[in-house]
């Protein structure tokens, strides 16, 4: 009988001393959960990112497409996802296309990894107030610590720029513009050529993932590499993309705001600040590349 009441008593204690754990490694990133949760994502790449819609508000999205209408795709690392310091709500007409509905667009924005501010919602008022575009339709799929490699075709990634692709084309939403934001998990590098060629033979892997379903709009790339130091080699990669390859054209230097310390958070994240600096940013990458 007393073993009875130690084993069972045992497995009382093991449950729920599982249980408490799962909850701590949960919400401080401890192992297992890193773990489980990259297996969950190499699986099921469709399922990453933000995804509460219970405070979002649907709109039809036949009735923002066409006429002058911005639909950016943004793709790549955690800068192009939720994870700035503050949140914010675009005062225009901004929507998040997202699991085909469309939505008032507000941060934390649907589709990317994270669960704060972002650059798009922002840059979006800003087109808008610019005249550029009448309304803007955000398309957001970034996945925080990934490399070109993972958004390339065959990489575990790829299936989200085909998904919002063909997503989008089937929603009469065509994309107009597409902003990319990657370097910061390349292998850190001063001189290696070969690094640099694989970082664009990965990057142009997956434009052609986009050209392929007809997306024929520009690709935005971003000189971006910060995660603690700069990536010379990376840096000169998407460099020469932009220099190198018709529809590809230059980005922000997101290095030169990350090179200024008030524009940090989390170290490689943006604050308010920071975010509205690259938001303004992205707006005169926007203007050179339109001649407007």
Same mark, same amino acid.
């Given at each position: ?13 093991? /449950? ?11 919400? !401080? ?15 099921? =790449? ?65 589709? =990317? ?21 009448? +309304?803007?339709? /955000? ?10 490699? !993972?958004?390339?075709? *065959? *990489?575990?990634?790829? =299936? ?23 370097? *910061? ?62 529809? /590809? ?8 705001? !990350?090179?200024?310390?008030?524009? +940090? ?6 604050? !308010? ?20």
């Amino acid at each position: 009988m007393l073993k009875k009441i130690l084993a069972a008593g045992t497995l009382i204690f093991t /449950i729920t001393a599982s249980y408490f754990y799962g909850l701590v490694s949960h919400k !401080h990133y401890l192992p297992p959960f890193p773990q489980l949760l990259a297996a969950k994502y190499r699986l099921f =790449p469709l399922s990453i990112g933000y995804s509460d819609t219970s405070s979002k508000t649907k709109v039809p999205c036949g009735s923002i497409a066409g006429g002058r209408t911005m639909v950016a795709l943004a793709l790549g690392q955690s800068n192009t996802g939720n994870h700035g310091e503050t949140l914010y709500r675009p005062a225009g007409p901004v929507f998040n296309l997202f699991k085909g509905d469309c939505y008032r667009a507000e941060d934390p924005l649907l589709g =990317p990894t994270g669960d704060g501010g972002s650059v798009w919602s922002r840059l979006a008022d800003l087109v808008i107030q610019a005249g550029l575009y009448d +309304r803007v339709v /955000i398309i957001p799929i970034g996945v925080g610590t990934t490399t070109a490699a !993972h958004w390339a075709e *065959g *990489g575990y990634l790829h =299936p989200r720029v085909v998904n919002a692709a063909e997503e989008a084309g089937s929603l009469g939403l065509k994309i107009t513009h597409v902003f990319w934001i990657l370097g *910061g998990s390349e292998k850190l590098t001063d001189g290696d050529a070969a690094n640099r060629e694989r970082y664009k033979k990965n990057f142009l892997s997956m434009v052609r993932g986009l050209r392929n379903r007809g997306v024929t709009a520009p690709v935005y790339v971003a000189i971006g590499t910060y995660s603690g130091a700069f990536n010379r080699d990376i840096q000169r990669a998407q460099r020469e993309l932009a220099a190198e390859n018709p529809g /590809i054209v230059p980005g922000p230097n997101t290095d030169a705001l !990350h090179a200024v310390a008030e524009n +940090r958070w989390e170290m490689v994240h943006f604050t !308010h600040l920071g975010l509205d600096r690259l938001a303004r940013a992205w707006l005169a990458a926007i203007r050179r590349a339109e001649n407007k």
